[in-house]
């Protein structure tokens, strides 16, 4: 594609190119009318001096007429032919601009699909942040309940031990006191 800069450049070449076949082409048209009048007064010297007839000169001077109009038709058609490549060269350069913007447009397009895409990415992190977040705060709560609950099962076991040792010396007791029953009778 051709940026503003790369457009004026382009441009500037041609009308420098353009100027310059316009001033050769000005310059040969002067050479031309040199030509002419050198022509004119070489050929009005050489009816004097030769007698050439009028109808000779006449002749001479269409045929002159007629290359002067031929020159001055392809300089025309040359000016029509540099319009023609300005416009097209402009056609061109606009197509290939609108082929760039549907380009930009396409890439913007995605650009904003993958934008949608992050936010949905980016709602899906918060709430994860969110759960996360309670998850966390019931791991600490289930520590907590854990250590307590540790406690108590500490303490159950320190009364179980207890309670085993008490059924223990109950025990022994009960056997002791038999024993002294047996002994007694």
Known sequence: ????????????????????????????????NKFLKEFAV?????QQTNGLSAEKIK???????SIRQSFETTLNRLNS?????EETAAMNVKEVA???????KASSKQFRGIENEM????????SLQLEISKFLSISHQIKLVDFTLKRHEEDLSSSERERMALRNENEELKSIM????????
């Not at 032919?81 to 490549?85: C, D, R, Y």
């Not at 038999?178 to 009778?185: D, H, Q």
């Open 119 to 126: 936010k949905s990415i980016l709602e899906n992190v918060n």
């Open 98 to 104: 609108e082929k760039e913007l549907e380009s930009i």
């Open 1 to 32: 594609m051709f940026n503003k800069k790369e457009f004026a450049e382009l441009k500037e070449e041609f009308n420098s190119k353009f100027s310059e076949l316009h001033s050769q082409f000005n310059s040969r048209i002067v050479e031309q």
């Open 81 to 85: 032919v540099s319009k023609n490549i």
């Open 59 to 65: 002749k001479d001077l269409e045929e002159v007429n």
């Open 178 to 185: 038999a024993r002294m029953k047996r002994n007694k009778y």
């Open 42 to 46: 070489a050929f009005a010297e050489l």
